[in-house]
């Protein structure tokens, strides 16, 4: 399908700038579908949780229409997908997927028949990075933190050649009871990507910085759980940039959960409805920290 002649442009119809194409202009897609499962995400209703990758000639023969551009300066924004480090993800048995009726791939531990070392990632991104034109190549799409600590060679190579200042990753939350009702991993797997990621960062002499993304008010979170998030933060100077106050979508966990006000296993959980319910812990991630050197948006 990729290779078919697509223009690359908006549709005729509009008319000046789209912002929205601007910050996909120049990036490639990479995969569809996604092995979180993440109880807030509609993703893998409408993409499945199998992932499905281009080969990397598909990605190449991109690449170099991209270059061939006039408008092109130079700069790939993106190599990704639902995540930008699961690109050649596979599984050891195939029939065993078709009968799994696990929800994620990943949660609460990682699947045995699940497979994503980074290895076609990282080969990847060395021969896009040699094609005449390219001058930079970056990875946007936010890191599954639950992989890029198990994936060392590809998460140094990223660190070093491929961020364009600012990372995103997704702890989405820092409680433990909440993280399990997101189906996301420990906030230890957080804790140790940040220390990895700046000891890197040093290592190569850059000065680049992470973009977490938390999500308030999930169903289950109350200002007391909030206040993990709000502690640490505040410990560590911290204004996020983007914050998230969450929003149920349908054929989601999350959004039933929202509706029953139960959790998956049937017990009653709190939800906040309503803004005058909700603004507390919305506050909690907007607020401007001192000595933070970001500013709220």
Known sequence: MHELNFSGTPHPRYKGRIPAFETIRDSIPAVRGCPGGCAFCG????????????????????????????????TISDIGGAAGNIYGSEVA???????????????????????CDGK????????????????HLYINSGMRLDLAVRQQELFQEIIRNHVSGHMKVAPEHLNPEVLKLMRKNPAEDFYEFKR????????????????????????????????????????????????????????????????????????????????????????MLKKKRPGSRFRDR
């Open 43 to 74: 993703l893998v209703a409408h993409q499945g949780r199998g992932v499905t990758s281009r080969s990397e000639n598909s990605i190449l023969h991109d690449i170099q229409r991209l270059t061939a551009r006039q408008d092109f300066k130079g």
């Open 196 to 283: 990895r990621f700046e000891a890197v960062s040093e290592a190569a002499g850059k000065k680049q910085y992470l973009i977490p993304l938390f999500i308030s008010n999930f169903p289950g979170c109350t200002e007391k759980e909030m206040k993990t998030v709000d502690d640490y933060l505040n410990a560590n100077h911290w204004s996020p940039q983007q914050v998230q106050d969450y929003i149920p979508l349908p054929m989601t966990m999350g959004g039933a959960m929202y509706y029953t006000g139960l959790a998956p296993d049937g017990h009653p959980i709190p939800v906040r409805r309503g803004l005058a319910e909700r603004r507390d812990q919305i506050q």
């Open 120 to 135: 076609r990632l990282l080969a990847l991104l060395k021969a896009a990075r040699a094609v005449p034109g390219v001058r």
């Open 93 to 115: 048995d195939p029939e065993k997927c078709r009968r799994c009726r696990r929800s994620s791939c990943l949660f609460p531990l990682p699947c045995v028949n699940y497979r």
